[in-house]
DNA sequence: CTAACATATGAACGTCTGTTCAGATGTACG
DNA sequence: CGTACATCTGAACAGACGTTCATATGTTAG
């Protein structure tokens, strides 16, 4: 295709080698703001650890407290709420209290489809 | 609701309090199998980190090769390449090789519908 | 063959992460 | 008031992670 040569990447400082210029101007044009990547990466490394993955899961079905969780998952009260912390700061997850027990949910459907499309993509390679 | 009590949860060694027993039992029951949730955790992870997301996002719209995503996302060829592999395992991403320089794309159109959904609930809470 | 290029890899290093433990906070009940 | 309960929090530590640097592999052109 073009010719490789070495080009200075308007908007930016790093000059790199080059194959398809048109290409790279395309993909930094189409690039997400900074915040919503970090806000996305970080929302997605929050499921990335079992634990939490499996507190989601279980609240895409039944609002849950706490103490339920731990047992259902076989957890530490500790754990879990430290985890659910971490869930409920990126708002994939919501509380509402009732006396001395908390109960826990999902905040709203995309984290459902989200979990879905995941379970879909990672069964097929089972 | 029920009254708490200590039970000893069926499938499993440990004791626990418990508010509403017939909810744990219901989400042990729904629980994915651990294969499937671990793998699941690993995928969302590698999509939790900044620079795979953005390679990722990126590859969503064109097929591009390892130099022109270093150019495009201003990141070294060796971190590019590191990333790449970890989505490759993972079967995010697949490669195609022509002659010195190898391609990459998304490996299904899931991973599309999965940082659309994300990036949805993101762009929500900015 | 050698030189230039595109990509991959391994080791090393500082940083971040998840759990555990001990204790703090807040709530209900007598 | 004090006790029992449900949850939260902070410190600490082992293990995992992402980048960088130097180098290896593999490919094309001369």
Redesign the pocket.
Known sequence: MTA?KTVAIPDDLCEV?V?DLAKVRRARKNMKPSEAVLLLAETF??L?????LRLVHALARDEL????L?AALT????????????L?QLRLVR?R?D?????YRLDDEHIERLLGDGFEHVEEQL
Chains 1, 2 share one sequence.
């Open positions: 490789p080698k194959t490394r929050a990335g650890d079992p634990n939490r407290c706490v103490c339920d731990a957890m530490s009260q500790s754990a879990v709420s430290h985890s659910l912390r971490v409920r509380s209290k006396g001395k027990t908390i109960y």
